[in-house]
């Protein structure tokens, strides 16, 4: 199996409803059903095909909690017993940023020329029957977002439209275009194409945070082709409200 793949890990927010909530240390170190939140997440990725995995975190957090040392241990854990460890790199910002693609545009230098990026946060948990597979074939075109089907009205979630042959048509922040609400894992057979959308949207100003999902509009436009990997099950993380929700359904890591 190629191991072409770097994974990028945005953890470089403040938490605030968390800490509004009365937790004190970061949102992805509070445990939940038998597990941190940090693993809960980790665990839905598919590792083998990775070379390295970067997380992008604040200086504060190592500073004040040992984040570095809680990565680590984490990290010896999922793949311990296991035949495969990626490299692991951790960036510290100073401060937050606009957004998640902000986030990972700082992580440019780290992510070696002609890799392969997945982009994911550490707030959601789901489980997929196909994603490694696609990841490795050429069924991932120029790159696979993670989907689930939701037909209730919920326009919290990112959004993916698809056209002919199930190739990406549009993706939409926050807005309902489809049933096909996005995990937030965010795959790019050329890491280039999202730096380069990312750096785009980063000069243009643009107002608001700066998510993942709505790059993809321009690299559609520009003849790229891509495809989703449908997970079985998601269970959100990012609030309170969905924490408590996990530890009282006591689902293990």
Same mark, same amino acid.
């Given at each position: 199996?190629?191991?072409?793949?770097?994974?990028?890990?945005?953890?470089?927010?403040?938490?605030?409803?968390?800490?509004?909530?009365?937790?004190?240390?970061?949102?992805?170190?509070?445990?939940? +059903?038998? +597990?941190? #939140?940090?693993?809960?997440?980790?665990?839905?990725?598919?590792?083998?095909?990775?070379?390295?995995?970067?997380?992008?975190?604040?200086?504060?957090?190592?500073?004040?909690?040992?984040?570095?040392?809680?990565?680590?241990?984490?990290?010896?854990?999922?793949?311990?017993?296991?035949?495969?460890?990626?490299?692991?790199?951790?960036? &510290?910002?100073?401060? =937050?940023?606009?957004?998640?693609?902000?986030?990972?545009?700082?992580?440019?230098?780290?992510?070696?020329?002609?890799?392969?990026?997945?982009?994911?946060?550490?707030?959601?948990?789901?489980?997929?029957?196909?994603? &490694?597979?696609?990841?490795?074939?050429?069924?991932?075109?120029?790159?696979?977002?993670?989907?689930?089907? #939701?037909?209730?009205?919920?326009?919290?979630?990112?959004?993916?439209?698809?056209?002919?042959?199930?190739?990406?048509?549009?993706?939409?922040?926050?807005?309902?275009?489809?049933?096909?609400?996005?995990?937030?894992?965010?795959?790019?057979?050329?890491?280039?194409?999202?730096?380069? +959308?990312?750096?785009?949207?980063?000069?243009?100003?643009?107002?608001?945070? #700066?998510?993942?999902? =709505? #790059?993809?509009?321009?690299?559609?436009?520009?003849?790229?082709?891509?495809?989703?990997?449908? +997970?079985?099950?998601?269970?959100?993380?990012?609030? =309170?409200?969905?924490?408590?929700?996990?530890?009282?359904?006591?689902?293990?890591?």
């Amino acid at each position: 199996m190629s191991k072409n793949l770097v994974y990028a890990l945005a953890m470089a927010g403040l938490g605030t409803r968390f800490s509004r909530a009365g937790y004190v240390q970061p949102k992805y170190m509070i445990r939940a +059903a038998g +597990a941190t #939140l940090f693993s809960h997440s980790l665990r839905s990725l598919p590792l083998e095909p990775a070379r390295k995995i970067i997380f992008i975190a604040l200086k504060e957090h190592q500073e004040r909690y040992g984040l570095e040392k809680f990565i680590t241990t984490e990290l010896d854990a999922i793949c311990g017993g296991h035949d495969f460890r990626p490299e692991l790199e951790i960036i &510290l910002l100073d401060a =937050p940023t606009r957004g998640q693609a902000e986030t990972v545009l700082k992580a440019k230098d780290a992510v070696p020329p002609g890799s392969e990026l997945a982009i994911y946060n550490i707030d959601t948990k789901f489980a997929s029957d196909t994603l &490694l597979d696609k990841l490795v074939s050429d069924e991932k075109k120029d790159g696979v977002l993670g989907s689930f089907r #939701l037909s209730a009205k919920d326009p919290k979630w990112s959004f993916a439209r698809l056209g002919p042959g199930g190739i990406v048509e549009e993706v939409a922040e926050k807005v309902q275009i489809s049933g096909n609400a996005l995990t937030g894992l965010y795959h790019y057979t050329q890491a280039s194409d999202f730096f380069s +959308a990312a750096a785009e949207a980063v000069s243009a100003g643009a107002a608001g945070e #700066l998510y993942v999902a =709505p #790059l993809y509009n321009k690299l559609v436009a520009a003849g790229r082709k891509f495809v989703l990997d449908e +997970a079985r099950s998601i269970t959100p993380l990012g609030t =309170p409200e969905d924490v408590e929700r996990l530890a009282s359904n006591d689902e293990g890591p």
